[in-house]
């Protein structure tokens, strides 16, 4: 008589767990969640840190090309080459390839509220794009365009004369015979790299992307405008509640 085989091969193969093999298991896969939770959440644990003795603000003047971190394993430019203050950490990210307002604290809380999107701090940019934008394409942005990663809510957006700012290091893309245009757009959300999807998404390529303002904060606090050179920053003492002194 035939011997019957097992249905499932793989099954019968499979090696039985004791209690003990089961809970060093459990205990393993428990360390490895609480693990990659702590490490994809560094700026909850420093929300979560004590207030500082001494909470202070950093307002940078971000230059072209710099990362808004402290350390790079390329060498590249970062903050560290401007700003010799210990413990600050960025609220929001600047991308590499713009420039302007950055704001630093040491205060975790007051970090999250700056850098969170839930909380709807109005960030205002200064975009030079490639083309004379049509009032069709301000309405569209004024609205919300709908990117790869949703729609945007409403934004403010306005043409602007050129504005009377520092030179770029590394001058933007000239086409002869076709213009430029200024806009000043103010959003309240703070996706990667959103304004140059925004104007991209309308038919105007950004060209330069200055940061003038977030939340109450500006570049203006640090010098005028139109003397204000990069990497200029502007340190300001807080009282216990996060507030300017």
């Known amino acids: 008589m035939e011997k ?11 090696p039985k ?10 205990k393993k ?24 003795e001494r909470p202070i603000l950093v307002l940078f003047n971000k230059p072209y090309d710099v990362l808004t971190q402290f350390s790079d394993d390329q060498q ?3 903050l560290k080459d401007f700003i010799p203050i210990k413990d600050i ?12 307002l950055l704001v630093l604290t040491n205060d975790g809380e007051l970090q999250h509220k700056l850098a969170n999107p839930k909380f709807k701090k109005a960030k205002t940019y200064w975009v030079q794009v490639e083309g ?10 004024s609205k919300g365009v709908e990117l790869k990663d949703g729609p945007t809510r409403p934004a403010k957006v306005e043409r602007i004369e050129q504005p009377q700012i520092w030179q770029r290091s590394t001058p933007i893309r000239d086409r002869k015979n076709i213009p430029t245009t200024w806009l000043q ?16 998404h309308v038919g105007y390529p950004t060209l330069r992307l200055v940061r003038v303002s ?32």
């Open 76 to 78: 590249r430019s970062t």
């Open 89 to 100: 950490y960025a609220a929001g990210r600047l991308d590499k390839d713009s420039e302007g």
């Open 132 to 141: 004379d934008v049509s009032a069709q394409a301000i309405e569209q942005l």
């Open 214 to 245: 977030m939340g109450p904060y500006s570049l203006a606090q640090i010098a005028p405008l139109t003397t204000i050179q990069p990497g200029q920053y502007l340190q300001i003492e807080l009282d216990p509640t996060g507030n300017t002194k």
């Open 4 to 14: 019957q085989r097992p249905k499932n091969r793989e099954k019968a193969r499979r």
């Open 17 to 26: 767990l004791t209690g003990s093999s089961k809970r060093y298991l459990a």
């Open 185 to 200: 757009i103010t959003i309240t959300e703070g996706r990667n790299r959103q304004v140059r999807r925004m104007t991209a």
């Open 29 to 52: 896969t428990s360390a490895v969640s609480n693990s990659t939770r702590r490490a994809a959440s560094p700026d909850k644990l420093r929300r979560n840190k004590p207030k500082p």
